[in-house]
C-alpha cells in the first residue's frame, strides 16, 4: 500500500476552485511533502488544473528524481533565487489568481514574489492543504499506528530498566535508541524527560536530575516513521514513595483525560471537549495549574491543525487524530501529565495508543 | 563567562534608530533567544527604550523565571493568542512606529496583527538581528569552538571503527552517541552519511548502504552544545581501493576549499571567494557538477546570515564565521565535499576545524 499523491492534489483542486483561485504555491514543507513525497526541502510546488511542478535546487535534483519520478521539477541553480524561478513558472502556467500559502510565506517572501509575479495576482490562501491533511486516510493512519507502536515499544525498556541514578538525559538517549532498535528513524520530536521540578515544566528539556531526586518521573515523547509520520504520548511513572497529593493529581488528570475521550465523536465541538477536562480539573481546585490546551492533531509534523482548546469552535470529523493530554504542574513541586492518541471514528473514537494508565500501574519501584 | 544579553539589545536598540522605528516585535526564535537566553519556543520579544518584555505562555511561566530571572515577562493563557497579547503590549509601551521582523512574520500573521494593534504603525524590518548575529562575540565563540570539538572528536570514535557491514545509519547513530558522550547536546542538524551514489545526493538521509557497496563514503555533520551553537563539517574517507577519478576528484575539491580560505579576510566580498572555489571546479572540467554556494554563516541556527555565494555581495568582517565547503557530485556514482569551519579575523581568517583533509589521509582502508 501506498499514497496517492495524485488523489490528494485532485481533492486540493477541488479547494482551490472555492477558494476562487486558478493556481496555487504551496511552500509549507509538510504540505509539499504530502502532496509529493517530496522528503527535501527549500522545495515549493506550484500546482493548477494542467501543472503540478516541484520547484527546487540542485542539491535535490537526483534525490527529486528518485522519490517523485512522475512530477515535473524545475530546478534553479544558485546563482537564482526561488522567487524567481517562481515568477518564470506562474508566467508560462496562465494561471491569473495564484494563491499562496499565508501562513507558509513571510512578508518578505511576499514582497518579493509579488515584485517578480507580474502575470498573476497573489491571493492570500490559509490552511487549503492543512484542512486536507486533518483527516488521515487509511495508508496515514498505518504509518501513525506503528509510530506509536514504535513509542511504546521504547517505553517498554525504560520502565524495565529505570535506576535511581539514572539523569533525565540518559533516558532521553536510552528511550530515543530503543525506539530505533524497533523501526522508528528517531524520536518523533524532543522528548521531554522530567523528575520532580521539572515534570512541573510543560515543555522542559531533559536535563542532569537523577531519578532518585522525586518520586515523579514525567516523559512525553514519541517515535517518527521513515515516512514521516509521527506519535505522540505521556506517561507519568512514580518511582518513589506516592504521596496523597501525587495521588490526587495523578486521578484527577486522569479522570478528565477519560471523560473528555469519551466525549470525542464526529460532530462534537473541540472547546466542548477542551471543557469537559479542563472543568473537571477546576472543581478539583487545581484550575489554575492546566495552562495548555487539551490535545492537538498530529500526524507529518507533531503539531498539525485541529487544536482542541478553549477556543477552538471546530467540530471533530471521522478519521482525525489527535492528542488527548490534559496536566497538572504544581511549580516547584512536580507535575503530572497523560497523554493518549485518539482516532475520530464514525461512531465515536478509537484509543490508538493502549499503555497502562491507571495510577497503581504507574508506580513503579525501583531499585536503589 | 557568560553573554550580556543587555549588551546585545542596547546594540540593537541603536539600529532600531537608524531602521528608524521606536519599538521591534522580535518573533525569530533563535533572534529571541540570541537576545534574552530563552530556550522555549512560541515566544515573542517586544524591545523599546524604556520596555523589554517577553511575551509567552503558561507553559514556559517557570522555565521562564529560570532562564531570564531580570526580564520583564507577559503570559497569556490558552484561551488567548499571542497576537492580542502583542497588541496590548504595544499600546501600553507607547512606541508609535513598530517593526516587524518581515523574514519571521508570515501574512497571516501581519494580518492579523494590524488589525489587533491600532495605536502604531507596523514596519517591516528585515535582518536586524541577524546581521548583529553574524558578528560573534567572545563567549560565542567559545561556544562554537566547543561545537567544533565535540564533533571532531566524534568523528575520530566513527573513523576509528568503520567496519564493512555497518549502514549509512548505524553510522549515523554511532556518530550522534559519540558526539553525545564528548559533551554535545545533539548533533547540529540531521547527519548526512553517504556511501557511494548517496554521496553524490549533497543532502541525503542516512539510509540502508553498507560501507562495503562503495569506496567513498560522506559525512557531513556537527554537535551542539548546551547553549544552541552548533558545528558543520565534512569529510569524505576512502574505505575501498581509491580509482583515478576519485583522486582527481578529491583533489580539486581540495584545492578548490584551499584557495578560498585563503582568499577569506576582512573586506573581501562573498562572491569573489565563491568565484575562487567555483572557477577551480570548472577549469578541472566539473562546474556542472558544482551546484549549490560555498558556504554560509552558521551558530544559533545551522545556516546563519552571511550566505557565500555566486550573488552575494556582503564583504566579510571580522569575526564573522562560515562553512567553506565545496563539492563535486558525480550521479550515480559518488560525491565529495570538503567543509571546514573558518573564522575572519583582522588579518585574515583561522580555520577552527582541524581534521586531517588531504587525500592520503582520507584513505581509510577497512577489514572486509
Known amino acids: 500500500m501506498s499514497p496517492s499523491y495524485q488523489a490528494r492534489r485532485t481533492k486540493l483542486l477541488r479547494e482551490m476552485r472555492k477558494a476562487n483561485v486558478d493556481g ?107 484542512r486536507l491533511r486533518e483527516v488521515k486516510d487509511k495508508w496515514e493512519l498505518e504509518q501513525i499506528r506503528a509510530a506509536i507502536e514504535y513509542a511504546q515499544r521504547g517505553i517498554g525498556v525504560v520502565r524495565s530498566s529505570l535506576r535511581s541514578d539514572q539523569t533525565e538525559t540518559e533516558i532521553r538517549y536510552l528511550l530515543e535508541a530503543a525506539m530505533r532498535s524497533f523501526g522508528a528513524t528517531g524520536p518523533g520530536f524532543e522528548p521531554i524527560v522530567g523528575v520532580g521540578p521539572t515534570a512541573a515544566l510543560p515543555h522542559a528539556h531533559a536535563g542532569t536530575r537523577c531519578v532518585a531526586e522525586h518520586a515523579v518521573l514525567l516523559v512525553d515523547w514519541g517515535a517518527s516513521t521513515e515516512s514521516g509520520y509521527r506519535s505522540d504520548l505521556t506517561r507519568v511513572f512514580i518511582t518513589g514513595k506516592p504521596t496523597k497529593q501525587m495521588e490526587l493529581v495523578y486521578k484527577t488528570v486522569l479522570a478528565a483525560q477519560q471523560a473528555a475521550i469519551k466525549a470525542i465523536r464526529p460532530g462534537v465541538k473541540c472547546v466542548d471537549v477542551d471543557r469537559i477536562a479542563r ?90
Open 24 to 130: 496555487l504555491l504551496i511552500s509549507g514543507l509538510a504540505n509539499v511533502r504530502y502532496l509529493t513525497g517530496f522528503t527535501g526541502d527549500s522545495s515549493w510546488l506550484f500546482l493548477n488544473s494542467a501543472n503540478c511542478i516541484l520547484l527546487s535546487d540542485t542539491r535535490y535534483e537526483t534525490q527529486l528524481a528518485d522519490e517523485c519520478p512522475n512530477l515535473d521539477v524545475e530546478i534553479r541553480d544558485s546563482g537564482s533565487t526561488i522567487n524567481e524561478l517562481t515568477a518564470k513558472v506562474v508566467a508560462k502556467a496562465k494561471s491569473k489568481r495564484v494563491g499562496f500559502e499565508a501562513h507558509h510565506t513571510t512578508v518578505a517572501q511576499h514582497g518579493s514574489l509579488g515584485e517578480k509575479i507580474t502575470a498573476a495576482v497573489l491571493v492570500a490562501t490559509s490552511g487549503l492543504v492543512e
Open 279 to 368: 472543568g473537571l480539573i477546576e472543581r478539583a481546585g487545581f484550575g489554575k495549574y492546566f495552562g495548555h490546551g487539551l490535545g492537538h492533531g498530529f500526524g507529518l509534523e507533531i503539531h498539525e491543525a485541529v487544536r482542541v482548546n478553549p477556543i477552538s469552535e471546530r467540530e471533530f470529523e471521522t478519521g482525525m487524530v489527535v492528542t488527548v493530554e490534559p496536566g497538572i504542574y504544581l511549580p516547584g513541586k512536580f507535575g503530572v501529565r497523560i497523554e493518549d492518541d485518539v482516532l475520530v471514528t464514525s461512531d465515536g473514537n478509537e484509543v490508538l495508543s493502549n499503555l497502562e494508565r491507571e495510577f497503581d500501574q504507574a508506580i513503579v519501584p525501583i531499585l536503589a
